[in-house]
């Protein structure tokens, strides 16, 4: 099976500068280990303390919000791709152990890029209701509960809330 990582296509995040995808994935780490909304003061001083300038944190969140880098509400993120603060069908384990819900079954795959790391998902189709258990190690498929699984993915390009075609 050809490897997962290769089949993924570049993201939006691939050309931001490198202090902007530390602020992302501030904002994520944030998002799975609290399992919960996390509020523009807590990415705030989450970043200072890693030694991020103020105002460029600001800047980010500002730009992250425009631009729809994720979803929030009154200072507060509530999705940003992959992680939902939301209760999903979509659960996602990190080899670390953390684990989150994704915001769609193409974000659970791609978390295996988001995060750097081997994954374990816990979905179900939403077509016949059946459990999809999938395991990816070193971006290969290494387990999947049904070999004859696939993905059906729309093009994403033409929308732009892209959580709602998923």
Not at 83 to 112: E, N, Q, Y
Request: hydrophobic letters at 35%; one cysteine or more; glycine letters at 4%.
């Amino acid at each position: 099976m050809e490897n997962i990582i290769n089949c993924l296509n570049r993201s939006g995040y691939d050309d931001l500068p490198k202090f902007q995808k530390d602020v992302r994935d501030t904002i994520l780490n944030l998002m799975v280990d609290n399992s919960r909304p996390i509020t523009y003061d807590e990415i705030r001083f989450s970043c200072v303390k890693k030694g991020m300038d103020i105002g460029l944190v600001n800047l980010t969140l500002s730009k992250f919000d425009t631009e729809q880098y994720f979803i929030a509400e009154d200072e507060e993120v509530l999705f940003m791709y992959p992680v939902s603060s939301s209760p999903t069908m979509h659960k996602v384990t990190l080899a670390d152990g953390r684990s989150f819900c994704a915001m769609c079954a193409i974000d659970a795959l791609g978390s295996v890029v988001t995060f750097d790391q081997d994954i374990s998902i816990n979905s179900m189709c939403m077509m016949t209701e059946k459990p999809i258990n999938i395991n990816i190690i070193d971006g290969s498929i290494d387990y999947t509960n049904d070999p004859e699984l696939r993905v059906l993915h729309v093009n994403i390009s033409k929308y732009q809330n892209w959580a709602s075609s998923c």
